[in-house]
């Protein structure tokens, strides 16, 4: 295997070709992995690169039943043990794969987020809902593109949906009760950062009720068109998205929140590791993020390279 720097590990086969010919173009070397067919012997002690690159999406679940999400952690635990630097690692990882943890982890920091109750249990759903209060949407621990994620308005609509069992679940069955926050102008906002700094941010809107607010190109097919344009946050949400980065332990990734429009309180609901950037970057931003991504990449190379 020729040695290289860097090394990605990604599971949808077209999200990325911008992000590997932004690369190509500055001439870095790297090695790209598919999660697809990949295994692992634990008593190896090869690594693919001093510094890998995590490209795993909660979504991936939509798009095959064996799905990554959990063998990731485990495979960049092990790199990690090995010595590796895995950006967005295995801790990183673990937080995007739970919105309860997110939240969680919002709380601590002192922001205010949607109400929520965690549940294991479908038994449990009422009585969570009960301290919630209705409207509310139930949610799936691990979503991805607005999946696992539905609206009730009354007791008797979600007893309904659990008699015929449709209310959503999650695939490590866990699943939230959730306060539904009618946002400002049908707005949420995307805070994109790099490095735990802030990089850029979208206003996102869409007509109806969708909770598919995903900015990327790849996420556009079979649903309501949404509408971005670049925003500039107050300082001190472009403050409070940092801090959550950075304590999530994201190398690059969204931090979300909405205007509550019954109080116009900024409420955090959404920390995502994989930041496919916006379409039609030019149109929306006036730049290309991969740019600036890969002039960052190199710069961990060259600093993975000092401390080893």
């Not at 064996?66 to 960049?76: G, K, N, R, T």
């Amino acid at each position: 295997m020729v040695p290289v720097d860097l090394a990605i590990f990604y599971e949808h086969p077209e999200w990325f070709k911008p992000l590997f010919a932004a690369l190509e173009r500055a001439g870095i070397q790297y090695r790209a992995i598919p999660a697809v067919g990949h295994v692992f012997d634990p008593s190896a002690t090869a690594l693919p690169a001093p510094l890998i690159f995590n490209r795993i999406a909660m979504s991936s679940f939509l798009r095959q039943a064996e799905h990554p999400i959990f063998y990731a952690q485990s495979l960049f635990a092990h790199w990690e043990g090995l010595g590796a630097r895995v950006l967005n690692g295995s801790g990183a990882l673990a937080l995007d794969a739970s919105k309860a943890r997110q939240l969680a982890l919002i709380h601590r920091l002192g922001f205010a987020a949607p109400a929520t109750r965690i549940v294991h249990a479908r038994d449990d759903l009422i009585s969570a809902a009960d301290t919630i209060g209705f409207p509310l949407v139930v949610k799936a621990d691990i979503g991805g593109a607005g999946a696992g994620i539905v609206r009730y308005d009354s007791a008797a609509e979600l007893r309904e949906a659990l008699a015929s069992n449709t209310v959503p679940s999650s695939i490590n069955g866990v699943t939230l009760v959730q306060d539904y926050v009618p946002r400002r102008a049908g707005r949420i906002t995307r805070v994109e950062t790099l490095g735990g700094r802030y990089l850029y941010a979208l206003d996102i809107e869409t007509d109806g009720d969708t909770f598919d607010l995903c900015p990327a190109d790849a996420c556009a097919v079979g649903r309501p068109p949404v509408r971005m344009v670049r925003t500039d946050p107050s300082p001190d949400l472009v403050a409070a998205s940092e801090r959550i980065a950075q304590a999530a332990g994201l190398d690059i990734g969204g931090v979300e929140y909405l205007i509550d429009d019954r109080d116009g309180v900024a409420r955090f609901y959404d920390v995502n590791a994989l930041s496919n950037f916006v379409a039609n970057p030019h149109d929306v931003l006036g730049w290309d993020p991969h740019d600036r991504l890969v002039d960052w990449l190199l710069g961990q190379i060259i600093i993975t390279r000092v401390e080893s």
